[in-house]
């Protein structure tokens, strides 16, 4: 299936490492040119390096953390200066503290709002007027199954998330007639750095070993496994194609079944 998407241009924050690294690769494998942002350097160069020598695109690597309005702006900037423009834009940031709801003073919950909301609304803000301009966008926000199904413990990043998707949708009728589409996927338990971070906690507190952890993980999921980064980077490329033109304002789990809810 012919993608259309030879010569875009993308960009994709937080993208490392984990799902936004699997999604960049993706749209540069797909023709797209590629910009790309995390805090820490080394590593980002290293994966922009990687992409390009495996796929042949031109990725460029942007030192910024998506909490900084100024960064955000710079960051945009930067991509434009380079490519000319933003054609598609991929809303993804770390994770806000796992733990119960009575821990989290104000100061927390501001930060995970700047890391998981306020982010992407700076990001939107940046791109839609050129995206308008031209007649064509796309903005996807990789947010979590939790949106669908909120578990315990991640009280921070299932509210700000959950604002994300109420913009989301939103915008999504807000810039439909101009040719712009806003959708939100939401990953479900994939194998990254976060989630072995997750594990080897759970292993510390409950004694047992890695694989436990995480047959316990698989256990809740009717796929019998974790994802996957490059399961959701699929989803997420098709929605930035052509070929998804008429799918707008849509919030779509990648999660090997786990959500169990019908909407
Ligand atoms: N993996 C899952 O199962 C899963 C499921 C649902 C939702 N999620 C969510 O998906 C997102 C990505 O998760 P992941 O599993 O891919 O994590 P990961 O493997 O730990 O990768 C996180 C990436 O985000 C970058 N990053 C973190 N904070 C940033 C910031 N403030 N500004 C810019 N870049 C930042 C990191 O680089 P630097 O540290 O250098 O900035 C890294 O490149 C997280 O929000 C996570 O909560 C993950």
């Known amino acids: 299936m012919d993608l259309g998407l ?24 797909e023709g797209c040119r ?30 910024c953390n998506v ?13 434009q200066a ?12 770390g994770g806000p503290p796992t733990g119960s709801f009575a821990i989290f003073d104000d100061a927390a919950w501001q930060r995970a709002l700047d890391l998981n909301l306020m982010s992407a609304v700076r990001l939107c803000r940046a791109v839609l007027p050129g995206m308008k301009e031209r007649g064509w966008g796309r903005i996807i926000n990789s ?36 040719g712009i589409t806003v959708n939100n996927v939401c990953p479900g338990y994939t194998l990254t750095d976060r989630v072995r971070a997750l594990a080897e906690s759970r292993m510390a507190a409950e004694g047992r070993s890695y694989e436990e952890v995480l047959a316990d993980y698989a256990a809740e ?5 974790l994802g996957r980064p490059e399961e959701l ?16 304002g849509a919030t779509i789990p990648v ?9």
Request: charged share 20%.
């Open 6 to 29: 030879q010569g875009k241009v993308a960009l994709v924050t937080a993208a490392s490492k984990g799902l936004g690294k699997a999604i960049a690769w993706e749209l540069a494998r």
């Open 34 to 63: 590629v910009a790309i942002c995390a805090r820490e350097q080394t590593t980002l160069d290293a994966t922009a390096e990687e992409i390009r020598h495996a796929t042949g695109a031109e990725v460029l690597a942007l030192p």
């Open 67 to 79: 909490t900084q309005a100024d960064q955000i702006d710079r960051l945009v900037a930067s991509a």
């Open 82 to 93: 380079r490519f000319g423009r933003i054609d598609i834009l991929v809303n993804n940031a």
């Open 143 to 178: 947010t979590s199954v939790m949106v669908k199904q909120p578990e315990e413990g991640f009280v921070l990043s299932t509210a700000a998330r959950a604002g994300l998707v109420g913009m989301a949708k939103t915008i999504a009728a807000e810039y439909a007639a101009a």
């Open 221 to 225: 999921i009717p796929a019998g496994r």
């Open 233 to 248: 980077a699929a989803l997420v490329v098709f929605l930035a194609s052509e070929r998804a033109s008429y799918i707008t």
């Open 255 to 263: 999660d090997g079944g786990y959500c169990r809810a019908l909407l």
